[in-house]
Nanobody, 124 residues
Framework: QVQLVESGGGLVQAGGSLRLSCAGS????????MGWFRQAPGKEREFVAA????????YYEDSVKGRFTISRDNAQKAVYLQMNSLKPEDTAVYYC?????????????????WGQGTQVTVSS
């Protein structure tokens, strides 16, 4: 089992940057593929980025490619989401999630564990 706690959200102007962190607990953090999702008011939770267990493979939703970077540090039991060139449409609650699959799923229903979320607000 793993527990996840996100941090790093906040209010930023369009074009700015934020770095989200997700701290994991448990001895087997490296056994989990990790994903970042977001949910805006009135919308469904959507995939943002994912990374495999080793950090060797990453996956991105088309609208964030080239702007967001997912990474992980298994020794620190953490996963990160560097967000650059932020846009107002990036405003949402961002969640990290963990799954035991070798390759990370892209659908939220397939993840086993979730953090509580962190709010990201991008002003125009």
């Amino acid at each position: 089992q793993v527990q996840l706690v996100e941090s790093g959200g906040g209010l930023v102007q369009a074009g700015g940057s934020l770095r989200l962190s997700c701290a994991g607990s448990g001895r087997t953090f490296s056994n989990y593929a990790m994903g970042w999702f977001r949910q805006a008011p009135g919308k469904e939770r959507e995939f943002v980025a994912a990374i495999d267990r080793s950090g060797g493979s990453t996956y991105y939703e088309d609208s964030v490619k080239g702007r967001f970077t997912i990474s992980r540090d298994n020794a620190q039991k953490a996963v990160y989401l560097q967000m650059n060139s932020l846009k107002p449409e990036d405003t949402a609650v961002y969640y990290c999630a963990a799954d035991r699959s070798v390759f990370p799923p892209l659908g939220p229903d397939e993840y086993d564990y979730w953090g509580q979320g962190t709010q990201v607000t991008v002003s125009s």
